[in-house]
């Protein structure tokens, strides 16, 4: 190890130290809200490290060590950790004002906690997808309007109820098998097993720790959807990257912060893009309708955001966020309602544009390489923190 990783190592646990705290002052303070799923999480949801947490009694004493940290990462070598910490630990300074009772406009929120661009999707980009959306059905032999179209072509697709159970144990499987075969052996013998939940303000969540797949019942789901939400929270998404990282942690090869989800920072955008790409990184038998779903997902994931913003930045109400879910991401009620639950509670708002700022972000660096550099790509995307930015430094 050279001297340059050691110190990088020593700065880590600090790191970890000062976040942990965080995470603990946060909960015995700011934790309780109106969703227990989020409140559980904390603003650590995941901590695969065995560190001891700072005590802290303020959000004061949090900023000052944050401040003398970010001196300290200032002065290590490896140009994209120092450029990823330098935006990492803003976003915890960022946080814990926020904590500490500050009023920070929503905008400027998105842009201090996550790192990435705090516009919403313009208009006559919305147009285009549907324009490609609509094209994409009608070669497919759809007619109608495109609201018609969607209906029809979600009614063709959808996984009986009684059937979500064995499909997503298959597709897990499938996922699973191509991982190993096409990026990461490792993964060939880690099980993830499904759970359909209810009352819940999420499509699918990954448990890491106990090796679950979280499914709401409550939505209905085409196979494609399904095909998404699998690679997304585990092959080759979270139960994939929290795996690898939690190997390099425990092998003193990657830094201890790799051993932590930290929600709401500038390390999110990254974590969800490289999910929502998981599709294109293992091929998995692209078909007519994996490419309709693709144009739709990219819908869903920018109404989400555009909803948030319109709440948040511009004044609207639930309802009319509500009225555009339905005419521009063609949802039904429960997913609107399950959409609005997640832009409106008060930590999880901003990250609603870690999802599609992240897919950029990551779709960015991957189209830029031929197939052969894809395998080293996965190990820089993989077992490096990364921010928005800096995973567009990869080269």
């Not at 409106?344 to 990250?351: C, G």
């Amino acid at each position: 190890m050279t001297l340059r990783d050691e110190r990088d190592m020593q700065l880590s646990e600090t790191y970890c130290r000062i976040v942990l705290g965080m995470d603990n002052l946060y909960r015995n303070g700011n934790g309780a809200t109106n969703e227990a799923s989020f409140d559980r999480e904390g603003l650590v949801p995941i901590n695969l490290t065995d560190v001891t947490p700072h005590s802290y009694t303020s959000w004061s004493e949090v900023r000052e060590d944050l401040r003398g940290l970010l001196v300290d990462y200032a002065k290590i070598t490896d140009e994209v950790r120092r450029n990823y910490m330098q935006q990492q630990i803003g976003s915890l300074e960022a946080l814990a004002n926020w904590c500490a009772g500050v009023d920070i406009p929503f905008r400027e929120k998105v842009r201090g906690f996550l790192h990435v661009n705090e516009n919403p999707v313009t208009s006559i980009e919305q147009k285009t997808l549907h324009e490609r959306l609509d094209k994409a059905l009608s070669q497919r032999g759809y007619q109608g309007t495109l609201e018609q179209k969607v209906a029809a072509w979600e009614a063709d697709r959808r996984v009986p109820t009684k059937e979500l159970d064995s499909v997503l144990r298959e597709m897990l499987a499938t996922a699973r098998a191509l991982v190993a075969e096409r990026m990461f052996p490792q993964m060939a013998d880690v099980e993830v097993t499904p759970e359909i939940v209810y009352g819940v303000p999420y499509n699918a969540y990954c448990d890491y720790v106990n090796g679950k797949m979280y499914l709401n019942g409550d939505l209905a789901y085409t196979y494609e959807g399904l095909k998404h939400l699998v690679t997304h929270e585990c092959f080759p998404g979270h139960t994939t990257h929290m795996y690898i990282r939690e190997l390099g942690v425990k092998a003193g090869e990657l830094p201890l912060d790799a051993g932590l989800v930290i929600t709401n920072t500038a390390s999110s955008s990254v974590f969800e893009g490289i999910a929502d790409n998981g599709m294109r990184f293992i091929s998995w038998g692209y078909s007519v309708d994996d490419h309709i779903y693709e144009i739709y997902q990219q819908i869903r994931s920018i109404s989400g955001m555009n909803a948030a913003h319109m709440i948040h930045a511009e004044g609207k109400s639930t309802e009319e966020a509500g009225r555009y879910l339905k005419e521009f991401a063609f949802g039904e009620d429960n997913w609107i309602a399950s959409r609005l639950r997640f832009v409106t509670h008060s930590l999880r708002a901003p990250f609603i544009y870690s999802y599609w700022r992240g897919n950029e972000a990551v779709y960015e660096a991957y189209s830029r390489l031929a197939p052969s550099e894809h395998n080293q790509f996965y190990q820089f995307l993989y077992k490096s923190m990364l921010s928005a930015d800096t995973v567009k430094q990869y080269g």
